[in-house]
C-alpha cells in the first residue's frame, strides 16, 4: 500500500498525484499500480444507475471467482502480479457479460461480489445466536459458543 498520496495538479481533463513506493514489496515484486476512480452519481434525472447483477451474471461472477479466488484474493494472491489480477479480472468480465448482455464494467463486477459477500456474511450473522457463558453444552464456565439457527439443529 502506497502512502503519502498528494495530488500535485488538476485540469478539466487530468488529475496528477504522486505518491511515495510502499515500505515493503513482497516476493512478488511491484509491476505497477492500479488507479481507479469512482463517479458518484449524484441522483439527478440524468443520472442513469444499471440494474443488479441478474442471476445469471451472479453465477457466472462467483463460478469465476471461485475458479480464480486463490490467485485473486487467497493463498496465491501475494505471487500473483497485479498484471495477471487484471488480465483474470478482464477474463472474468468476459464471461459475465456473455451471459448478461450487460457490458459490465470491472468495477461493477467487484462492487458486485463485494455486495455479495456482505449479504452473505449478515445471512450467516442473522443467524447466529451466541449462548451466554456457562449455558453451552459440555462447556466450561466463561466460554461461549455459536449455535446456527438454520436447518437440522
Same mark, same amino acid.
Request: glycine residues 14%; hydrophobic residues 30%.
Given at each position: 500500500?502506497?502512502? %503519502?498520496?498528494?495530488?500535485? $495538479?488538476? #485540469? %478539466?481533463?487530468?488529475?496528477?498525484?504522486?505518491?511515495?513506493?510502499? &515500505?515493503?514489496?513482497?516476493?512478488?515484486?511491484? &509491476?505497477?499500480?492500479?488507479?481507479?476512480? !469512482?463517479?458518484?452519481?449524484?441522483? *439527478?434525472?440524468? /443520472?442513469?444507475?444499471?440494474?443488479?447483477? #441478474?442471476?445469471?451474471?451472479?453465477?457466472?461472477?462467483?463460478?469465476?471467482?471461485?475458479?480464480?479466488?486463490?490467485?485473486? !484474493? $487467497?493463498?496465491? /494472491?501475494?505471487?500473483? #502480479?497485479? +498484471?495477471?489480477?487484471? =488480465? @483474470?479480472?478482464? &477474463?472474468?468480465? /468476459?464471461?459475465?457479460?456473455?451471459?448478461?448482455?450487460?457490458?459490465? /464494467?470491472?468495477?461493477?463486477? =467487484?462492487?458486485?461480489?463485494?455486495?455479495?459477500?456482505?449479504? #452473505?456474511?449478515?445471512? @450467516?450473522?442473522?443467524?447466529?445466536?451466541?449462548?451466554?457463558? +456457562?449455558?453451552?453444552? *459440555?462447556? +466450561?464456565? $466463561?466460554? +461461549?459458543?455459536? =449455535? *446456527?439457527?438454520?436447518? *437440522?439443529?
Amino acid at each position: 500500500r502506497s502512502s %503519502d498520496l498528494v495530488v500535485d $495538479g488538476v #485540469t %478539466d481533463s487530468s488529475v496528477t498525484m504522486k505518491w511515495r513506493p510502499p &515500505d515493503h514489496i513482497g516476493a512478488a515484486g511491484l &509491476d505497477g499500480y492500479v488507479i481507479e476512480y !469512482c463517479f458518484e452519481e449524484t441522483g *439527478g434525472a440524468e /443520472s442513469e444507475k444499471k440494474a443488479n447483477l #441478474t442471476d445469471k451474471e451472479l453465477d457466472a461472477l462467483v463460478d469465476n471467482i471461485t475458479t480464480f479466488g486463490p490467485q485473486l !484474493c $487467497g493463498a496465491l /494472491s501475494a505471487k500473483t #502480479t497485479s +498484471g495477471e489480477k487484471n =488480465k @483474470i479480472w478482464s &477474463d472474468i468480465q /468476459s464471461k459475465v457479460n456473455a451471459v448478461g448482455g450487460n457490458n459490465r /464494467s470491472i468495477a461493477e463486477l =467487484k462492487r458486485g461480489w463485494n455486495n455479495l459477500k456482505k449479504q #452473505t456474511k449478515n445471512k @450467516i450473522d442473522q443467524n447466529v445466536v451466541l449462548v451466554p457463558e +456457562g449455558e453451552g453444552e *459440555g462447556k +466450561g464456565e $466463561g466460554e +461461549g459458543e455459536r =449455535k *446456527g439457527e438454520g436447518k *437440522g439443529e
